[in-house]
């Protein structure tokens, strides 16, 4: 059974500039962002992206990493035909060989590739915090009938001559490749992913893999030659969130840019684009600036800017700014907007509180009741839910239900 496309995702990485943090990992098992590592976007991506046939090429202190993906459940990559296989360095009769660099490594699991017979194969990197619809990659690779497109992002002009630099005409198509130049002629830069035509990937790693003087290497050596013998080589411009976290600093940058979403494109809480982890498949609570959360149990995935005490809000729930849950259980995405005041009371999955409603009250001497709000009921604006009441249809704007 043929594949179109299948990944293959260089995971073997060292991490050296990682210190500490990768003393005992793989830079790819790196945590990240609450909940998640490193390689949990690559992977995502793909699930997200329909490729269903990943290879993760392993090298260096790869236990927790294969511990991690197993049998890649998480990613609903648990399949009978493809799904995601661990790759270590191949072995041969002699012993173990390391990969020597990213194009032997792919080289060394020819096989695997020629399983699927795909058409064509997406490279990845696993030590990048990205989230890109491959698909759309792809499309773009047809369009051009390439034989070889590189993604890449454009880059302020004075931190250009840091990255691999695609130069690229009208077309998008590439004439030239600068690696980490001192005078760059272009401000695209490599983002390390990239799609073959099998035939023609295939090709150039033979090749470059009986040639003794090669590095092994796709900026260094493939990309080169492919450029020297003139093939259809083109730049997919991407323009979501990307970022290589090879050094502490740029790991720290990207930690805190999950913090404020808005304005750096990485929402961990997007219901269109998920990302997948071992843990669960929704990001950990987020407790804005103009919250107030005092003695309560709040569960993944939960945005909070108001005022909660002695609540248990369940995952998925939104209390916005200006809103007041007191003595509450909130039960799983449910949404309160801002104004309203739920208090001593049960509110059930995927209910919407909106603006200015009252739900429940703290109780008297007298009433010991408990309001109770049934699952994907609508609360609307400024209506009343007394503090004993069992509500299991929609309330209207300013209408009281006792």
């Known amino acids: 059974m043929e594949k179109e496309m299948i990944a293959m995702l260089l995971a073997g990485g060292q991490g050296s500039r990682l210190y500490a943090l990768t003393e005992k990992l793989a830079k790819p098992a790196v945590p990240f962002g609450g909940k998640y590592r490193i390689i949990d976007f690559p992977l995502s991506n793909c699930v997200n992206s329909g490729i269903d046939t990943v290879g993760i090429l392993t090298q260096y202190q790869p236990l927790v990493l294969n511990e991690y993906i197993g049998n890649g459940q998480p990613w609903d990559l648990d399949r009978l035909h493809g799904g995601v296989h661990v790759l270590p360095p191949y072995q041969k009769a002699s012993g173990s060989d390391w990969y020597k660099g990213t194009a032997n490594a792919i080289c060394q699991n020819i096989s695997f590739i020629e399983r699927y017979?795909?058409?064509?194969?997406?490279?990845?990197?696993?030590?990048?915090?990205?989230?890109?619809?491959?698909?759309?990659?792809?499309?773009?690779h047809k369009e051009k009938d390439a034989e070889f497109s590189v993604a890449v992002m454009e880059v302020p002009w004075e931190e250009a001559s840091?990255?691999?630099?695609?130069?690229?005409?009208?077309?998008?198509r590439i004439t030239e490749f600068q690696e980490k130049p001192k005078e760059p002629k272009s401000n695209l830069a490599s983002m390390g992913i990239y799609i073959f035509n099998w035939d023609i990937l295939k090709k150039y790693l033979l090749e470059d893999d009986a040639d003794p003087n090669s590095e092994n290497d796709f900026g260094n050596n493939i990309i080169p030659n492919l450029l020297r013998d003139?093939?259809?080589?083109?730049?997919?411009?991407?323009d979501g969130?990307?970022?290589?976290?090879?050094?502490?600093?740029?790991?720290?940058?990207?930690?805190m840019e999950v913090l404020d979403p808005e304005h750096s494109g990485i929402d961990l809480f997007d219901e269109n684009w998920k990302i997948y982890s071992r843990n669960s498949g929704m990001a950990g609570h987020h407790i804005n600036e103009t919250a107030e959360v005092t003695n309560s149990m709040i569960t993944d995935g939960?945005?909070?800017?108001?005022?909660v005490k002695h609540s248990i809000l369940f995952d998925g729930v939104t209390v916005e700014e200006g809103a007041i849950v007191e003595d509450a259980v909130i039960m799983g995405g449910t949404t309160i907007h801002s104004g309203a005041?739920?208090?001593h009371c049960i509110i059930a999955e995927n209910v919407t509180i909106n603006e200015k409603a009252i739900v429940g009250a703290m109780p008297t001497a007298e009433e010991k009741g408990v309001a109770t709000v049934a699952s994907g009921v609508c609360?609307?604006?400024?209506?009343?839910?007394g503090p004993n009441a069992m509500v299991r249809n929609n309330v209207k704007d300013g209408e009281e239900e006792w």
Request: hydrophobic share 40%; proline share 1%; net charge positive.
């Open 117 to 140: 017979n795909p058409k064509y194969v997406i490279i990845l990197s696993g030590d990048q915090i990205c989230k890109q619809d491959y698909s759309d990659f792809l499309r773009f």
């Open 162 to 172: 840091r990255f691999g630099l695609m130069v690229a005409d009208e077309t998008d």
């Open 230 to 238: 003139g093939r259809k080589m083109y730049a997919y411009h991407f």
């Open 241 to 255: 969130y990307w970022k290589d976290v090879g050094t502490i600093s740029s790991l720290w940058e990207a930690n």
């Open 302 to 307: 939960c945005k909070i800017s108001g005022t």
């Open 341 to 343: 005041i739920v208090k």
């Open 379 to 385: 609360i609307g604006i400024g209506a009343k839910v």
